[in-house]
Structure formats: C-alpha cells, structure tokens
C-alpha cells in the first residue's frame, strides 16, 4: 500500500470513531484535525457557533495573504440508528478492496485524504495557497459553514475556487438544485366530532394546503422551466410529512405539514413560496377565521439552501477539475452541497469526491480503496498545478 493511502486510511480510522452526528458536538474532531495539522505548523482558525459547542475549521498552508484554493467537507454525519449494521458502526473495518464504517461516505474519507495530503501540499504551496474549510451542521441544511463564510466574504482575501468533496465518485459536478423546507402549523379550533360547524378543523386545512402544492408541483412538472441535465429535469414541490389529530371523534385543532421545494438552479423557489403564502392568507386563513378568529397557519423556515450554478465564468475551474480527476465529462448532482452558498459569496466551486452518494446514509457505509486511491491521485495533481501556481491556467 502507497503511503498517502496508508495515512489516509489511518485518519479515516480515527474520524469514523468520533460521534460527530449533527445532534452531538463536532469540536472533539476539530481539535483532532487541529492538533494534526499544528503537528506540522499549520495553524488552524476555529469558527464557533453561538453555543460554542460546535465548530467550523479553516486554516490555510502557504502564504496566507495570496487567495488560493479551497478544499471543503462537512464535519457532521447522519445518525445511524436502527440501521442493520453488520460490522461496528464506530470502528473502521477493513475489507480486501474496501473499508466500511460510519459515514466513511458521507464524507469522512473525503476529510482523510485531504489530510492525509497535507504534507505534500505544504512543500508545493510556496506561493498559492491551500485552503482546508471544514464545517458542522451540514446535514441538517448547510448551516454551519454560513459563519465561515460570512467571514470570508469579508476577508482581504478569498479562496480563488473550492472543490468540495461530496460523493460524485470523482466525476467533477458543476451544478445542483437548491432546496428550501417549511413547516406549516395550522392552528384551528378543537371540538366534538358531531360538532363540524363549529369547530376549525386544522387536519383538513393542511389537506387543503398539501393538495394545493400538489397542484402546484404538477404544473411546474408539465409546464415550468425544463434543464435536461438534472433528473428530474424540473423543479420539484413534495410534501414530506403531515399529521394532525388525536382520536376520531374530536375535530383536530392543531395539524402540521412540512414540504420541500427543490428547485432548479434558473428557477426562483420563491415564487412557489409566494403563491402557497397567498393561497394560505387569502383562502385558507380568512375561511378558518370566519369561525374562530385565532385560527391561523404559521410557517417557519426548516432548510434554506442555493442551487449550485454552472457558471461558464468559471470554466477554468471546470478544466482544472476535470483534468485533475481524468475525466472530461461534467455531471451535475440529484442532491445538495454547501456549494451554492460558496458560489454566492464569489468562489467558483464545483463538487468532486470519492464513491457515490449511493453509498450514504446507509448501513455498512463503505468507501473502495480503489476510490481512495483515485481522490489521492486526484489531490496529486491539484498539488502538481499549486506547484506550479497556474491554477487558472487553460
Ligand atoms: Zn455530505
């Protein structure tokens, strides 16, 4: 085995054996990866949140005052309970031609190589730099690296491009939709079953409300904006939770709904946003009221996130990629990143990491070493153009 493969997977080894779900604190990692990388004299900036339980990382190796390019992963991980695990969830288990452990997916093994690569990337960043952003929260919305972001958006200077290395199985993907996710509470009024009219019955309401977004998400499939390059290729409303009710013979007065929109990245979610608003506060709200003035339909905001954009601006990013993973062909993603929201403060990005999101969130999660060695080659040769400090060059 080569030696960057050998540390890679021994960093893996210990990054699987941290609980670094997005319910539990991520700064036993980060004060793993910190240590490691003042082991070579990095030091690393830590970017908490307002609990101060978590954390985002970055740190940069070479000149600090030059923009270079950035390497981005999510600390965080999915949970895994209940999942048929076969081999310890927490222990990196090692098979012939692959390793299987938690979220070695999604995406640990992308962290591992990255850090294993360190040492070589400290002897070729003499005069471009690269950039390590490691972030919290991820999974549950693409929270954390907002903070991290905010400050860099802010800094004299910025990454020049960030490849983040979410599972494409090292196919470079330009472009992903956005997402946005609301709870809706319906708050009616409760009552005797054999009482309908004067009772607001909040079940009903939300039924109302997800059969309109039904409708809203059939027109968008046959007549809205169409981009061939996503599957499916249109923007997407589905409603992904609905209750409401506590026994047959009382009129439910509290009932919620909780929906999603994902949306392509030339579509405006808010215009789906806008109309389901004004059906809620214009049909729905006033019919409740007119029996019981404090009903109401209150929304929150669950996941905000932008769609990644192929930006023919940052088609050097593009070949830079592409030529580093030996693979001329783009693809875009069915699920999100932390990519758009890079994109919006100004870094070209695109997503390019080991194995395929098939593999996540999964029981017995594993990573091929066949896929490690190709995100290691991968990195060798980012390192070979940060040598050369011709990042942009065609
Ligand atoms: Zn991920």
């Given at each position: 085995m080569n030696p960057p493969l050998a540390s890679a997977l021994d960093i893996l080894e210990r990054l699987i054996a941290f609980d670094s779900r997005s319910s539990e604190s991520n700064l036993p990692l980060v004060e793993y990866v910190r240590g490691l990388l003042h082991g070579y004299g990095i030091e690393s900036t830590l970017v908490p949140d307002a609990s101060g339980t978590k954390a985002n990382l970055y740190a940069t190796i070479g000149p600090r005052d030059k923009p270079g390019l950035c390497l981005s992963g999510h600390t965080d991980v999915v949970p895994a309970a209940g999942q048929p695990w076969t081999v310890p969830a927490f222990e990196m288990t090692r098979a012939a031609d692959r390793v299987l452990g938690r979220r070695v997916a999604d995406m640990k093994r992308f962290l591992a190589v990255v850090l294993a690569m360190v040492p070589r990337f400290i002897d070729v960043a003499r005069q471009t730099p690269v950039h390590l952003a490691f972030s919290y929260d991820e999974e549950v919305g693409?929270?954390?690296?907002r903070g991290l972001l905010s400050r860099l958006k802010d800094a004299p200077v910025r990454p020049l491009a960030c490849i983040i290395g979410e599972p494409t199985s090292m196919q470079v993907a330009v472009a992903h939709k956005g997402k946005r996710a609301y709870r809706c509470c319906v708050e009616g009024l409760a009552g005797h079953s054999s009482l309908t009219h004067l009772g607001v019955n909040a079940a009903d309401f939300a039924a109302e409300l997800t059969t309109y977004l039904r409708r809203i998400a059939r027109d968008l499939r046959e007549h809205g904006p169409r981009d061939p390059s996503f599957e499916p290729p249109y923007t997407t409303v589905h409603t992904g939770r609905i209750s409401g009710g506590i026994a047959l013979n009382v009129i439910p007065d509290h009932a919620e709904v909780e929906f999603e929109i994902r949306n392509l990245p030339d579509d405006d979610p808010q215009a789906v946003v806008d109309a389901a608003r004004r059906y809620t506060e214009q049909t729905l709200v006033p019919e409740m009221r007119a029996v019981h003035a404090g009903s109401a339909i209150e929304w929150q905001s669950l996941i905000d996130y932008p769609a990644l954009r192929d930006q023919p601006v940052d088609a050097w990013l593009k070949h830079l990629a592409c030529s580093a993973a030996r693979n001329p062909e783009t693809r875009t993603v069915s699920f999100g990143s932390e990519g758009g929201l890079f994109q919006a403060i100004g870094v070209p990005t695109v997503v390019c990491g080991p194995g395929s999101i098939e593999q996540a969130h999964k029981a017995d999660e594993y990573v091929t070493l066949a896929q490690l060695s190709r995100c290691l080659d991968f990195m060798e040769a980012l390192a070979g153009r940060v040598a050369a400090g011709s990042l942009q060059a065609a």
């Open positions: 693409c929270l954390g690296v």
